[in-house]
C-alpha cells in the first residue's frame, strides 16, 4: 500500500517555479537525454512514495531522505500535480479541431484564398479545415491575404510572424 493517500488532506506550500532552468552537470533538464514523459515520471515518483527504487524495485534503505516524512509529502504533491496538468494537456487536446498542429498542404492553401476571396466566415472555414480560427487568421497573413493588422488582436504580428 502506498504511503500516500491521495484522499488526505495535504498541509504542503505550493511549490515556486524557479526563474532559471534547472541544470545537472551544466547541461539543461530539458534536453533530449534528461527527457522523460510525465506518465513515466509520475511513475518514477510513485516508486519513490512507496519506498522502492524505480529503475530496481529494491526497497530503499531506512536511512534515505526518500523515508522523510517532508520530502514523501513534497513527492505526493508532485505527483498530483503532475497528473493533474496531464489530465488538462489531454482534456486540451480532445478539444482541439482534428488538424490543429499539423502541417498545411499547398492545396489546403489554396482552398484558403479561395474561401477567402469568396468571403466565407473565417469560423467556417476553421470548422471545414479542421483548424482553430486563429490558424486560419495566421495562415492567411502568412499567405499575404491579409494584412496583420486585419488579425484579431489576440494575434499580435509578433505571434504571426
Same mark, same amino acid.
Not at 512507496?50 to 505526493?76: E, F, K, Q, W
Not at 488538424?99 to 476571396?117: H, I, K, S
Given at each position: 500500500?502506498?504511503? /500516500?493517500?491521495?484522499? %488526505?488532506?495535504?498541509?504542503?506550500?505550493?511549490? %515556486?517555479?524557479?526563474?532559471?532552468?534547472?541544470?545537472?552537470?551544466?547541461?539543461?533538464?530539458?534536453?533530449?537525454? /534528461?527527457?522523460?514523459?510525465?506518465?513515466?515520471?509520475?511513475?518514477?515518483?510513485?516508486?519513490?512514495?512507496?519506498?522502492?527504487?524505480?529503475?530496481?524495485?529494491?526497497?530503499?534503505?531506512?536511512?534515505? !531522505?526518500?523515508?522523510?516524512?517532508?520530502? !514523501?509529502?513534497?513527492?505526493?504533491?508532485?505527483?498530483?500535480?503532475?497528473?493533474?496538468?496531464?489530465? $488538462?494537456?489531454?482534456? $486540451?487536446?480532445?478539444?482541439?479541431?482534428?488538424?490543429?498542429?499539423?502541417?498545411?498542404?499547398?492545396?489546403?492553401?489554396?482552398?484558403?484564398?479561395?474561401?477567402?476571396?469568396?468571403? !466565407?466566415?473565417?469560423?467556417?472555414?476553421?470548422?471545414?479545415?479542421?483548424?482553430?480560427?486563429?490558424?486560419?487568421?495566421?495562415?492567411?497573413?502568412?499567405?499575404?491575404? !491579409?494584412?496583420?493588422?486585419?488579425?484579431?488582436?489576440?494575434?499580435?504580428?509578433?505571434?504571426?510572424?
Amino acid at each position: 500500500m502506498n504511503r /500516500f493517500d491521495r484522499g %488526505q488532506e495535504l498541509n504542503i506550500l505550493s511549490v %515556486q517555479r524557479s526563474q532559471t532552468q534547472p541544470k545537472a552537470a551544466g547541461l539543461p533538464l530539458s534536453g533530449r537525454v /534528461f527527457s522523460l514523459d510525465t506518465q513515466q515520471a509520475i511513475k518514477v515518483l510513485q516508486a519513490l512514495l512507496d519506498g522502492t527504487n524505480p529503475d530496481t524495485g529494491a526497497t530503499l534503505p531506512a536511512d534515505s !531522505i526518500l523515508h522523510s516524512p517532508t520530502v !514523501i509529502r513534497a513527492l505526493a504533491r508532485l505527483v498530483l500535480s503532475l497528473e493533474h496538468c496531464e489530465g $488538462r494537456s489531454q482534456e $486540451r487536446k480532445r478539444k482541439l479541431p482534428q488538424n490543429a498542429g499539423r502541417p498545411w498542404a499547398p492545396e489546403e492553401d489554396a482552398q484558403v484564398c479561395d474561401e477567402l476571396g469568396k468571403g !466565407i466566415p473565417v469560423a467556417e472555414m476553421a470548422r471545414s479545415h479542421g483548424r482553430t480560427n486563429g490558424a486560419i487568421w495566421s495562415r492567411l497573413v502568412h499567405l499575404g491575404k !491579409i494584412a496583420p493588422e486585419s488579425a484579431p488582436p489576440y494575434l499580435s504580428p509578433k505571434k504571426i510572424a
